[in-house]
Nanobody, 125 residues
Framework: QVQLVESGGGLVQAGGSLRLSCVAS????????MGWFRQAPGKERDIVAS????????YYTDSVKGRFTISRDNARNTLYLQMNLLEPEDTAVYYC??????????????????WGQGTQVTVAS
């Protein structure tokens, strides 16, 4: 198993920035891909961005393209999500996830094996 701990959420004004971090521990050598998901109240958990653990095949959902950047630091076993030009519609709980079975762009929640506890991002208008 891989343990994931997110941090960096908070309250920000529209147009502002936040950087989320996700530190992985445990069987990190088995991780093939990682992703960020988000879930707003009353909605499903949806993909925001994903990346192969080697750094290839970054994927972004359309609504965040050009505003968010996913990156990872393998030496620190850490995944990041830099979020710029935040909008009220970005308000959600953000989750980090790891897939031990699939490489490349991994979009779907059921393809991920390990999840963090989530961090709240609130964007005020």
């Amino acid at each position: 198993q891989v343990q994931l701990v997110e941090s960096g959420g908070g309250l920000v004004q529209a147009g502002g920035s936040l950087r989320l971090s996700c530190v992985a521990s445990g069987r990190t050598f088995s991780v093939q891909a990682m992703g960020w998901f988000r879930q707003a109240p009353g909605k499903e958990r949806d993909i925001v961005a994903s990346v192969d653990w080697s750094g290839h095949s970054p994927y972004y959902t359309d609504s965040v393209k050009g505003r968010f950047t996913i990156s990872r630091d393998n030496a620190r076993n850490t995944l990041y999500l830099q979020m710029n030009l935040l909008e009220p519609e970005d308000t959600a709980v953000y989750y980090c996830a790891a897939s031990r079975r699939y490489r490349g762009s991994v979009y779907y929640t059921h393809l991920y094996d390990d999840w963090g506890q989530g961090t709240q991002v609130t964007v005020a208008s």
